[in-house]
């Protein structure tokens, strides 16, 4: 099969020095009165796209041996201008102003709090810990409850700040709060709490109202929706390019396979990076 390349041009802003890591999460809020047939048709969306509200929950930066997480300011002004939300389960639910806070506010909260738990604890360790496993022909069951054990018993080895993986691991293991990088940039310096779609200047018909500057705007970023690490280039890339199937044809740290159950007593979840097939690390998901 032939692999179509997509104009470097495309993607320009997301070619860069700066590795800044942008974080946010969808809700289980929509908006009230949104055309998602028209935008679906319109804008030639998955059948799956999320138009969920999406919250911005701030930024990791670079700082020499450090990571920093810098937390969005989270404030009354927040809240003013957006359009009316209802439960994504229950549309018919009228949710006031007080109902909406209360459901931001510990969402935002739980959320930055594991964040600053985990970037505390990536500086403290030095790196992001990785668990060993030579055993390929181990079940899913089996090498999942032999990595929980190894999580239990401290049985870890380190990718430190120094490694070239170390970006990648850590991209991937936040890959449900990772927003592209350029929502991000806009989303941090207009200091915006939800996502664009959310605020009444923007109706079903006018989306696009910020898009004639050089950021790389499109539907899928105005709602947080769908992002992939690859697909939109959050990884620093320096000079690489991306290819039409969404992988990064010379990128390191590509994603190989993840690992989990979803049930009561289980709530670790892992994954491993093709360039190493052995070395497991924890991938989170929202609070």
């Not at 923007?202 to 697909?231: G, K, Q, R, V």
Request: glycine share 4%; with cysteine; charged share 25%.
């Amino acid at each position: 099969m032939k692999i179509l390349k997509i104009p470097l041009k495309n993607y320009i802003s997301n070619i860069r020095e700066d590795k800044t890591i942008y974080l946010g999460l969808q809700s289980d809020m929509s908006i009230k009165g949104l055309d998602e047939e028209y935008l679906k048709k319109e804008y030639n969306l998955k059948k799956k796209f999320k138009f969920e509200v999406g919250i911005y929950l701030g930024k990791i930066i670079f700082e020499k041996k450090n990571i920093i997480f810098q937390a969005f300011n989270i404030d009354e002004n927040c809240f003013q201008g957006i359009k009316d939300f209802y439960f994504k389960n229950n549309p018919d639910e009228i949710i006031n102003n007080i109902e909406v806070k209360k459901y931001f506010l510990k969402l935002y909260n739980d959320n930055i709090n594991f964040l600053n738990s985990y970037i505390n604890e990536i500086n403290q360790s030095q790196g992001i810990k990785i668990y060993n496993v030579q055993n390929t022909s181990l079940s899913k069951l089996t090498l999942i409850s032999i990595l929980d054990k190894m999580v239990q018993e401290n049985d870890y080895e380190i990718i430190d700040f120094n490694d070239d993986l170390f970006y990648s691991y850590l991209v991937w293991s936040l890959r449900q709060f990772i927003i592209a990088y350029d929502i991000g940039l806009y989303q941090d310096k207009n200091n915006l709490f939800f996502n664009l779609a959310a605020y009444k200047m923007y109706d079903n018909h006018s989306l696009y109202t910020e898009a004639d500057n050089n950021l790389n705007f499109n539907l899928i970023e105005l709602f947080f929706s769908n992002i992939s690490p690859l697909e939109y280039a959050v990884g620093y890339l320096q000079k690489e390019e991306m290819i039409y199937n969404g992988a990064l044809k010379y990128s390191s740290g590509t994603l190989q396979k993840t690992l989990n159950i979803t049930n009561q007593l289980h709530n670790k979840f892992y994954f491993k990076l093709k360039e190493r097939p052995f070395d497991y690390a924890q991938y989170f998901k929202r609070k």
